[in-house]
């Protein structure tokens, strides 16, 4: 099979992508420390603010494929974490916040309806979230951390080892949940990540932007290609940076997502980069 079919790197631009809009589950959270979420959000601002994010991400030639909110799931709307796409197919996880438990399988049975091939799964005791794996081309990028155990990050790498991939695992540290909220792939090889959270040769191979520790998703954006990307607009540190880098940032609001731990990337699961 031809390499590269759905993504290889997340630096390359963005095709397509499974985004959930949130419309009644986000906003139904009796227990908010069991769901990871800090405060309820106005519904109609997220809405609006989830409406503009697919706006934006069509405009640049993105398909985006909407899915409803799975029942009693409010962190759904946050697909990223809930599925791997790579060069061959998907990998299909298993989820490390036990009130997500089952966004897994429903993610599953959507892109197996899709005929997306499914690749391999992680099982049994590992744990794995999609926020800690990032592809960049022939190597992989792992995050062990609250949500990804090491069982899960060892059976991550055997399946991306199995795809060609190098795999480098590193350990995440509050307050980030996973690690994608310290780093982000913006070009085939460049990198921004927040500065002294990785080994100091873990990104050996690409250019760095590095950016201090601002919050748990001070290195997340949206990679849309071309040297274009999607920031939230409060990330004010990464967001300078990246202008000084020459890079265009589409600066978005999306304080009611901040609201559930989660930054720009959390709400895409991109299925296809080119």
């Not at 062990?144 to 055997?158: C, D, K, P, V």
């Not at 460049?190 to 520790?213: E, R, W, Y």
């Not at 409060?234 to 940032?249: D, E, H, R, S, Y």
Request: charged share 20%; net charge positive; with cysteine.
């Amino acid at each position: 099979m031809q390499k590269s079919i759905f993504l290889q790197n997340e630096g390359h631009t963005l095709k397509e992508v499974v985004m959930c809009s949130p419309a009644k589950e986000y906003f139904l959270v009796d227990k908010q420390a069991q769901h990871n979420i800090t405060e309820l959000a106005n519904r109609e601002k997220a809405i609006n603010q989830h409406n503009h994010l697919v706006k934006l991400i069509e405009k640049f030639g993105a398909k985006v494929l909407l899915i409803n909110e799975l029942v009693k799931h409010p962190n759904s709307v946050f697909t990223q974490d809930t599925a791997v796409s790579t060069p061959y197919g998907y990998i299909r996880l298993n989820m490390g916040l036990l009130s997500r438990v089952g966004e897994d399988v429903w993610m599953s049975q959507y892109l197996n309806k899709r005929n997306i091939p499914q690749i391999g799964s992680i099982v049994n005791s590992g744990t794995v979230e999609g926020g800690d794996v990032i592809l960049g081309g022939n190597i992989a990028f792992v995050g062990i951390s609250t949500r990804t155990n090491e069982n899960g990050a060892f059976q991550m790498r055997y399946l991306l080892e199995k795809e060609g991939y190098v795999v480098r695992i590193s350990k995440i540290p509050s307050p980030f949940l996973h690690i994608g909220g310290a780093m982000s792939i913006i070009n085939e090889d460049t990198i921004l990540c927040v500065n002294k959270v990785f080994p100091s040769d873990f990104f050996a191979g690409f250019q760095t932007i590095m950016i201090p520790n601002d919050g748990f998703i001070s290195g997340n954006v949206i990679t849309l290609g071309k040297k274009h990307l999607i920031a939230n607009k409060n990330n004010l540190n990464a967001i300078q940076k990246l202008k000084k880098a020459n890079f265009t940032v589409w600066e978005c609001n999306l304080s009611e997502f901040t609201k559930g731990t989660g930054g720009p990337s959390c709400l895409i699961m991109p299925l296809k980069r080119k």
